[in-house]
């Protein structure tokens, strides 16, 4: 069985400074880690993903997770936010035994003061 | 990247009526996709997993005769939504798998908005 808990519903940061989302998972498997982004009323757009290669992960718009299999986190950072960084965040998890699903976190809502 | 369409985005439709919502992988074949429903302000549930050339599986509490789903190509899979009513409204998005193993990458279509009234 696997989980993910997404620590924060909210997260609001002033614009140019950094943005931190934690998520916590458990798994039976080493298992594949995700995060997305959402923009209202659009899909799910794959920031980045972890597949037990390098712990540290960089994805598309400045931002990072890292892995770490002892805290069993994944946390995504950005070093200054933008406007544009507006937007829902989902943590994933997919197990890498055979089973397709996804286990997604609640998200969190991410808010940018100018 | 690889991209995942929807269409329509939205529809409005009358309460009795079928509504069928399309998802394509635009740049890779998927051999297996996904439905997935989001009520406002929450996360994503599985719907059912539809694999090209047979039948879709359907998650617990999902009534297969309400929505059907149909994979007839490695990029394309639809779903129909039978006799609408009100309370399936909802944000309807689909996701195309690249590649043919757990934990490969699911990529997400635009989501499409339904209105039933």
């Known amino acids: 069985a696997q989980s993910v808990t997404q620590l924060d519903s909210h997260v609001s940061v002033s614009e140019g400074t950094p943005v931190l989302l934690r998520c916590n998972y458990s798994?039976?498997?080493?298992?594949?880690l995700f995060w997305y982004v959402q923009h209202p009323n659009k899909g799910l757009q794959l920031l980045l993903k972890?597949?037990?290669?390098?712990?540290l992960v960089k994805g598309i718009n400045g931002f990072e997770a890292e892995f770490k299999k002892s805290e069993t986190s994944f946390h995504l950072t950005k070093p200054s936010a933008h406007m544009s960084d507006a937007a829902e965040y989902f943590c994933?998890?997919?197990?890498?035994?055979?089973?397709?699903?996804?286990?997604f976190g609640a998200g969190t809502t991410v808010t940018v003061r100018a | 990247g690889a991209v995942v369409s929807q269409h329509p985005s939205w529809v409005i439709c009358k309460s009795g009526t079928s509504v069928k919502i399309e998802c394509r992988s635009l740049d890779f074949q998927a051999t297996t996709m996904f439905w997935y429903r989001q009520f406002p302000k929450q996360s994503l549930m599985l719907m059912a997993t539809s694999n090209e050339g047979s039948k879709a599986t359907y998650e617990q509490g999902v009534e297969k005769d309400k929505f059907l789903i149909n994979h007839a190509s490695l990029t394309l899979s639809t779903l129909t939504v039978t006799s609408a009513h009100p309370e399936d409204s909802s944000f309807y998005i689909c996701s195309a798998e690249e590649g043919q193993g757990a934990g490969d990458t699911q990529y997400f279509g635009p989501g499409t908005r339904l209105t039933v009234l």
């Open positions: 972890y597949t037990s290669a390098a712990t």
């Open positions: 994933v998890v997919s197990p890498a035994a055979n089973d397709y699903k996804l286990s």
């Open positions: 798994s039976s498997y080493s298992p594949s």
